[in-house]
Nanobody, 115 residues
Framework: VQLQASGGGLVQAGGSLRLSCAVSGFTSDYLTVAWFRQAPGKDREGVACITANDGGTYYRDSVKGRFTISRDKAKNTAYLQMNSLKPEDTAVYYC?????????WGQGTQVTVSS
């Protein structure tokens, strides 16, 4: 299983970005895919996830109403649409999945929100 994250960049506060996580080696519909982020000097934290099979979605409180996680079956890709970005959203964002008890991580994509 390999994950390729992309879509980060520099944006002003209030702006939007869409992150992509391309999954290879496994059909993403059968995977729970999550986005994590890690800001400098802070622990990595979960941001959102979309569950296998029923596609249920979950978000950390600080991003509810601003971020949306989704996936495209045909492209075997998960997305994180981020709107109304704030400077505190600045971090490296990683996508993650777990297969047979093993965690797989994308390489991380930098999101920087200027005030």
């Amino acid at each position: 299983v390999q994950l390729q994250a992309s879509g980060g960049g520099l944006v002003q506060a209030g702006g939007s970005l869409r992150l992509s996580c391309a999954v290879s080696g496994f059909t993403s519909d059968y995977l729970t895919v999550a986005w994590f982020r890690q800001a400098p000097g802070k622990d990595r934290e979960g941001v959102a996830c979309i569950t296998a099979n029923d596609g249920g979605t979950y978000y950390r409180d600080s991003v509810k109403g601003r971020f949306t996680i989704s996936r495209d079956k045909a492209k075997n890709t998960a997305y994180l649409q981020m709107n109304s970005l704030k400077p505190e959203d600045t971090a490296v964002y990683y996508c993650n999945t777990r297969v047979r008890g093993i965690d797989y991580w994308g390489q991380g994509t930098q999101v920087t929100v200027s005030s």
